[in-house]
């Protein structure tokens, strides 16, 4: 499976094949999500390359399901689940846990820093980060981008409160300088801080009705390239479930329309998750709610109108408008402090920053 490049697509391929036979759907909206209803009772299977895990309302059908699938293919069945893909994860009776405290310990090691001493944030707030300030040619090592891509492995499972330092540094991995260096071994002296950190999601902050909210935020043209930061993130069940922190692919004129922009963004996604849930058997009956901090973003996606400020954007960005009328999408206000995607668009002081990961359900064990 592991030695050609084309072995892990024809193992998908068998793969759904098979377990097709067994009355399994492939959903839409995630083709390696399964789904297999029998009556009320459902079972959800996700695949990871040959790491499967099974979600389901019946023990019964569960091990249907495992009896099955050792017809065709050597099963090994680990019980439930405390470590899958790097991600580790933490069952009690009201909540369930996800963290990579080895995965980040394992970094920490190979980079010498197992026993540095740690700091609170991911990025210093007074250091504007620029491409190669020493003006020398810098180190065109892979060492590097291979850290980073580490991290960013860490940012997109189980740690949006890095999400934004690892994009920010991402910029710069062609040619990086000492200084790059630097902010790079401060969000290690992070991680080595925060280890136990993790995203918790309980019954006691489920909604009755199984429904999702999201936040977007962009922080309006970096200081060296001009462009904005676009943050996102939708919360379930008290914890974090997606999220994203990207620059923007053009320069926008104006704070308006660089919230503009993200909120577009986060709808698409909130799109995406609705369909996941609907396909799960979670229906979305009310809109999905987007809280952003700008007035006149917001007032751009509720009203079509003709503006003189706002004409040149770009026609994919007004998608948003239709799900607004359409209403599967209700856009409101939140203030700035209460607007937990802040911490995914730029670097914030200590006491903002903790307040928003908490909000994301970030926390110790």
């Known amino acids: 499976m592991y030695g050609l490049k ?7 391929i068998e793969f759904d094949v098979q377990i097709k036979k067994f009355d399994f759907s492939r959903t839409r909206s995630d083709p ?15 695949i990871w390359v040959d790491d499967i895990l099974l979600f389901g309302t019946s023990e019964k059908l ?55 001493n740690s700091v609170t944030t991911p990025m210093d707030l007074n250091i504007k980060l620029e491409p190669n300030p020493d003006g020398n040619e810098g180190n065109r ?3 590097f981008a291979k850290l980073l891509g580490e ?21 710069y991995t062609a040619n990086p300088s000492l200084q790059h260096y630097a902010a790079a071994k401060r969000i290690l002296r992070y991680l080595a801080g925060t280890k136990d950190h993790g995203i918790t ?3 006691s902050a489920a909604n009755t009705n199984n429904s999702f909210y999201g936040f977007a935020d962009a922080a309006f043209a970096n200081h060296d390239d001009h462009k904005s930061t676009s943050g996102y993130v939708f919360l379930a069940s008290g914890g974090a479930i997606t999220w994203k922190s990207k620059k923007q692919t053009t320069i926008a004129l104006s704070s308006t329309e660089a919230e503009y922009v993200a909120l577009s963004e986060a709808a698409r996604e909130a799109c ?45 960005w007004h998608w948003v408008r239709d799900l607004v009328d359409e209403k599967l999408i209700d856009i ?19 006491p903002k920053h903790v307040q928003h990961i908490t909000e994301m359900g970030l926390a110790t064990t």
């Open 151 to 171: 991290l960013q492995f860490l940012a997109n499972s189980t740690r949006p409160d890095i999400a934004f330092a690892v994009n920010r540094l991402a910029s």
């Open 272 to 316: 995406w998750i609705r369909n996941l849930y609907e396909e799960l058997g979670f229906p979305q009956d009310l809109p999905t709610i987007i809280k952003g901090d700008n007035d006149g973003s917001i007032a751009m996606a509720k009203n079509q109108q003709f503006h003189n400020r706002s004409k040149h954007i770009a026609i994919r």
């Open 141 to 143: 090592s892979n060492s």
């Open 332 to 350: 409101q206000t939140c203030r700035d402090p209460q607007q937990t995607a802040d911490v995914l668009t730029k670097a914030l002081p200590r």
């Open 62 to 116: 569960l091990d249907k399901t495992i009896t099955d699938m050792s017809q065709i293919w050597e099963v090994t069945v680990l019980g439930d689940p405390a470590k899958i893909v790097g991600i580790e994860v933490t069952q009690t009776e009201d909540s369930i846990k996800i963290s990579q405290k080895i995965y980040i310990k394992s970094i920490l090691e190979r980079e010498g820093l197992s026993d540095i």
């Open 201 to 203: 999601y309980s019954k």
């Open 32 to 46: 390696c999500v399964y789904i297999k209803w029998d009556g009320n009772d459902v079972v959800i299977l996700t």
């Open 6 to 12: 084309q072995a892990g697509r024809e193992w998908n």
